[in-house]
């Protein structure tokens, strides 16, 4: 209480800058009078008892002091005197100012820039109520290889009944096509257990959601819509709850729309950007329960019951998989080793992008670290030129706490004006970073400049003057006075150790630099890699364009329902499409016959007269497409013959296989001939009658995966998960802008109910995969070449720094007869020996950087010589170079100009 | 030496706080001399040093000051101890002779007592 009064008083008087200094004298005055007179009476002489009554006082400036500080707050009035001598100074020498400041405003941007999307990603709960409870189910069969294969509803209903969670909800995404409006539009839709939103713990903006109890099997003909949907094609009618919407040729009734800025928390972009939910009971014909083996959940999420760890959860799932096995013996047979993983859904959502971002967030820190390294390194070059001042200041008594805490007032109040101007440049510029960003970069709209990125701007910077104020200002603190203020007017100061102190700086910065170098090295290379590689299939002159074929629920309503009635659609577009301006070939697929640009998502393959492991045949990818696909995408034909016109409905079924298939499954014998199942229960024997090369049309990473093609004539329901989107590939000299509408309407002429969308170009397909590598690729370079350039900057100025130090030396040198290619070789040794003391220290920190980014390398290893080599050289070269200039000064200096300067 | 001044300077606040106490309102010159009375020597050389330890009483409210005249009729200012100031006199004087008894007893200590 009473330390709070004063505390008060003072910062008033601090505020209002009050000063009793008028109070003080006039009490001193009085109290020296008084004793005056004392001493007076006491007999001395006039003089002499004013001169005992000061005496008796003390010292007068002492006391004052005192009273001043008791007055005020000497702290504050201190540190806003040191701002107002650092600003004075800046104003005075702009361009330190500027450079520093702008150094440690790219820094501290970039770094904050990184930061608030590990912030928004990775820090950031889920936007769900009590996210920690939330999983993402996975199942393995680690036995037979298969990860993530799908679970079967009565294991949902296990999961549901085994008291572990408290909501179960299986998905299923997919499209559907809206019409009834403009244009039918493909619309992203989800089929998800009544409980999904229930277990997001979201409600509807409008309307209701699903009664999680409600276990009606097979669909609901109600759905919710999303936000965004209600908005743009329903222009936010308010009476949309139970209006009519034509999804697919069925009528569903809207029942509610989703709060805005609600996104599933899927793994791709498409589940994320979901605006259609309906009710799935996973069970399609009540009187014939389904059964364990068929496995139509491709995934599920859950909440596991509030208090219950993820742990413990885990556990209790194990023990019950295992009762399971012992229960059903036929179902899960012990080789395929059936195991249910939960996986925190923040981490199944983030997981893949968490190592990219953390190596961002560390290379941006290295630059941010190098550029206080150089402004250390500014800092230190000016307090050699201010010494004299501060030695003078120093010998008239201000104490040397007191001189540190200026010097370290000064870097604070460079780094947190660098700061700002990093986070009003980050500001400015933050529409044009998200751009730059990856679409795949998951929870992308949740990243902003909130408060904690502000705080970790403001910690960033403080953090940053600290480490670039304390070597200059421990210097400072150092000094040693006699021999500064004797060094008439040369205006440098403890030279040996400031110059020892510079040297280290500049090892680090290169060691740091050269870390950064090899890790944006090994991305280059891993990235060309892949760039380069072979993909075994001609993505150039080749757009895409996909339609959507409804799937009613109601199997009188669908027109496509049998094989026949596909192809003959499938017959209709291709020669619609053949005469669009412009294109040569065309050829229809599935979803899964698009180059890398599909979820992957294989399915069951059995092989006649080969017995079954477990339960679970092998699983691969599969997709169906017309004759032309091959021809048109340029994969060569190995063995046998490819699809043909008279490969239809009619016909027996056929296969084409890729290399990697028949080594898979037929290493010794031939596959032509050969009948494999592919594709749900109940798939057709098909013949395999030819075997294609290898192309990276599931991954760009990966050579050979097992792929079987079928004829798209021939499709029939069993074989394509129901998937009844369609790929039409054109190729020719197409008019990319053009296209998309031109193939509406051709495929508009064949059924006007039909949506069309995605159009895109091939070879952007093929560059779209790697988006999220050239991102990480192109920012570690653009940080390792800053990261150069600072270093290059800085051995600059430490050997320009000691070739002016050394000036008088030099002079004598040449005196004396040593030459000037002597000189030039000296220094450039000197240059030199720095950056080989640097780049050993920072080998061996990229070393270790490299062995903790190896999952993000392609085809390169993390030692590779090459780059290490390479950038080892490049840095030499850049120190060289930098040291080049300086050390041609020196060469020039004439003797007996530099004899006379002294 | 310097030892002692510190926890004179310590102890400064109290003796001031107990001669307003004793002589009521007082200025400045009267507190010093006062206290030079009784202590003797300890204020001899820097009287000075009383008007900041005044000045922080004052800002912790313990005690209050107001210009006046004094008797030979010279403008002065006199400082008069607050009621809170009186009810910090009370506890630092009951905390000072706890202390003072423990160190006295300490000091009363033979070697043999301890044994």
Known sequence: MRLLRRFLARLKNFATGRRDDQ???????????????????????????????????????AVREKYHAEGGLPLMENLLQDARYTLRMLVRSPGFASIAILTMALGIGATTAIFSVVDATLLHPLSYPEPNELVRIEVDQPGVGARNVSMSQPEWKDLERSGIFEFVAPIVSGSTNLTGTAQPVRIAYEGVGPSYLALLGVKPELGRWFDPHDQTPGFTLEVVISDGLWKRVFGADPRILG??????????????????????????????????????????????????????????IARVKPGLSIAVAQSQMDALAASLQKQFPADYPAVSGWKVRLVPLKESLVGNVRQPLMLLLGAVGLVLLIGCVNVANLLLARASARGREIAVRQALGAAKSRLVRQLLTESLLLSLLGGLAGIAILLATKGLLLGVAPDSLPRLSEISINWSVLLFALIASVAAGVIFGLAPAMQAGRLDLTNVLKAEGRGTTGSGKQARTRRILVVTEFALSLVLMIAAGLLLRSFCDLFNVQLGFDPQNTMTVRTWLPNPNDSKTDIYGSAAQEAQFVREILLQNKTLPGVNEVAVGTRESIPLNHNRWPVPLILEGREIRGNQPPLVEASSATPEYFHLLGIPLLRGRLFSDQDNENAPLVAVINQAFARTYWPDGDPLGKRVKSGRRGASWTTVVGVIADARTESIEENSVPKIYKCLFQQSDQDTNSHKELVIFLRGRLDPARIPDEARVAVQSVNPELPVFGAVALTDVVSGSLSQRRFSMEMVLLFALTALLLAGLGIYGTISYLVSERTHEIGIRLALGATRGTILQMILRQGLELAIAGAAVGLVGALIVSHLMIALLYGVSPTDPLTFIGVTLVLAAVALAASYIPALRAMRVDPLVALRYE | MKQKTDVLQGTLGLMVLKTLDVLGTLHGYGIARRIEQISGDILAVNQGTLYPVLLKLEQEGAISSEWGASENNRRARFYRLTRSGRKLLDSETRDWEQTAAIIARFFAVKAEDLT
């Open chain 1, 243 to 300: 209006k009519n919407l034509r999804l697919d040729n069925d009528l569903f009734h809207v029942i509610g729309v989703m709060p805005p800025g609600f996104h599933d928390p899927g793994r791709t972009a498409e589940e994320r950007n979901t605006e259609i939910w309906a009710a799935v009971g996973f069970v399609r014909d009540p009187a014939q329960p389904p059964s364990r083996g068929t496995r139509g959940i491709p995934q599920a």
């Open chain 1, 23 to 61: 109070r003080l004298r006039e009490e001193m005055e009085e109290h020296l009078a008084w004793q005056t007179e004392e001493n007076l009476r006491a007999g001395m002489g006039p003089a002499e008892a004013r001169r005992q009554a000061v005496l008796k006082f003390g010292a007068v400036q």
